[in-house]
């Protein structure tokens, strides 16, 4: 199966621009999600990728895809205390089933 | 708000109780998911249910029953948990199988 992972804590402070990076195994994945779980919540879909795009911008997210190293990076930019949440990265892959696996997730704590 | 729903917000049951868990979606979305997250894990992926017909079973233990009885609505039948099965399970949705998954708020289980 699909191996991903991402450093599990980032703390950046209000204002500041958040880099959180992923790394995945499976160089055939198609779709790559970032998701957002706030405490006690569930996960919000904040942004995708398509496997064929290197960047995308969204607002305050601007997505990375090095796709030759399987690496994607979310920058948050303007960081706001609201941003605080669990982020994960999320790979679907191109197999029969096309599967979502996602990230060890990365913890982003804003220091107002 | 999500447009996922998900019934109970909490529910704690013995290890001999049955009990159901509900998601309901009417965003026409024709794949749907379960998850189960463990405390400072990401979710991981149960059943997937595609045009109402179990597509996967992640080799879940048979005390989980998933039943789509319908296009909008996901049930999960729980009998004989084991405090093991303690954890958020949650539901998501997808326009098709390649779609980006839309979650519901969970519904978080305790077995004593």
């Known amino acids: 199966g699909e191996d991903v992972e991402q450093s599990l804590f980032l703390s950046v402070r209000e204002g500041d621009s958040s880099v959180i990076n992923c790394t995945y195994t499976?160089?055939?994945?198609?779709?790559l999600y970032w998701y957002k779980q706030e405490p006690g919540a569930g996960l919000q879909l904040l942004t995708y990728?398509?496997?064929?795009?290197d960047m995308k911008q969204d607002q305050r997210l601007t997505v990375l895809l090095n796709k030759k190293d399987k690496h994607l990076s979310l920058r948050i930019a303007d960081t706001q205390t609201g941003d605080s949440a669990i982020y994960f990265c999320a790979p679907r892959n191109s197999g029969g089933y096309q599967k979502v696996t996602f990230g060890t997730g990365t913890k982003l704590q804003v220091i107002p | 708000d999500t447009e996922v729903t998900q019934t109970p917000k909490h529910l704690v049951m013995g290890m001999t109780n049955k009990k159901s868990l509900k998601c309901e979606q009417h965003?026409?979305?024709?794949?749907m998911y379960w998850y189960k997250q463990k405390a400072k894990k990401p979710p991981e992926l149960m059943f997937v249910?595609?045009?109402?017909?179990?597509?996967i079973n992640e080799s879940v233990p048979s005390r989980f029953s998933p039943e789509c009885p319908n296009s909008s609505l996901l049930n999960l039948h729980l009998h004989a948990l084991q405090p093991e099965d303690s954890a958020l399970y949650l539901c998501?949705?997808?326009?098709?199988?390649?779609?980006?998954?839309?979650f519901g708020n969970g519904t978080r289980l305790t077995v004593t």
């Open positions: 249910y595609s045009y109402e017909k179990l597509s």
């Open positions: 965003m026409g979305h024709r794949a």
């Open positions: 998501a949705s997808s326009l098709e199988n390649n779609s980006p998954l839309h």
């Open positions: 499976d160089s055939s994945s198609t779709y």
């Open positions: 990728i398509f496997s064929n795009m």
